[in-house]
């Protein structure tokens, strides 16, 4: 149990913002590499984690508490975010019978 | 414990790949799954113990399964998975890549971390997080509840089948 508590102090942070970078950049071209709707969905929670994970290591780093709640609100505004996405996902299939977004393109003008 | 923390990472990232890679879309929501609970594998090296379970409970046990619960109500399969070009999936990568290095190369000065507050393993334990919460941050956290009611209402809203709009 010491051994996990203590084990921060051998990774440095640098390690952190590379991996939450690492994460983000797949959760983007995921988000450039799929149509379908439900897999950019996916891709934008990849992208709300790397931060999350990030915002969690700087607070663990500092020892303060402060980022951890931070973290937990972008959880609620995530879980909202997923409610209200994949309902939008559930109506669009229903009204266009498909999950393509390219058939969403005219909202672009 | 540092080889944990390389661990976890291979896992994250080789999963997070495959959410972008894999084509069907139970595979997608069964990969990004392992990718949340090597995340909670960090938050817990992390000392975030509180984020690790809430993690677990929020993430893997309510958004994922709501993923998983819509691809199964879609019904859909490969045959209707849209793709794009392989010229635009080519570019994409690319992309990808190139802000993958922006990111890195903005990142990678060190910088010394001066810590306000001596080191403690108990920072994320749920008594500590909680008096954060409840003292510093307690109108944000009665707000959020302003934020679900909206979603929820939202969310039935845009659930509702439209009748006036689906007669013809």
Known sequence: MNEITSAIQLIPLQHYIILSVTLFSIGMMGVLFRRNIIAILM??????????????AFSAYHSDPSGQVFVFFIMIVAAAEVAVGLSIVVMMKRNVESVDINLLNRLKW | MVFLFYFLSAIMVISALLV????????????LIICFIAMAGHYILLNA????VVHIIVYTGAIMVLFLFVVMLLNLNKAI??????????????????FFLVLLAATRQTFV???RYAFTSEIGLVANVGKTLFHEFLLPFEISSVLFISAMVGAVMFGKRDHAAGED
């Open chain 2, 81 to 98: 998975i849209p793709q794009k070009s392989a010229a635009a999936r080519v570019l994409a990568v690319v992309t990808g890549g190139i």
């Open chain 2, 20 to 31: 972008v890679f894999s084509k069907s879309p139970i595979n997608n929501v069964i990969y």
């Open chain 2, 49 to 52: 113990q509180f984020l690790a």
């Open chain 1, 43 to 56: 891709c934008l929670e990849l992208m709300f984690n790397s931060a999350n994970l990030l915002l969690a």
């Open chain 2, 113 to 115: 971390i001066n810590p």
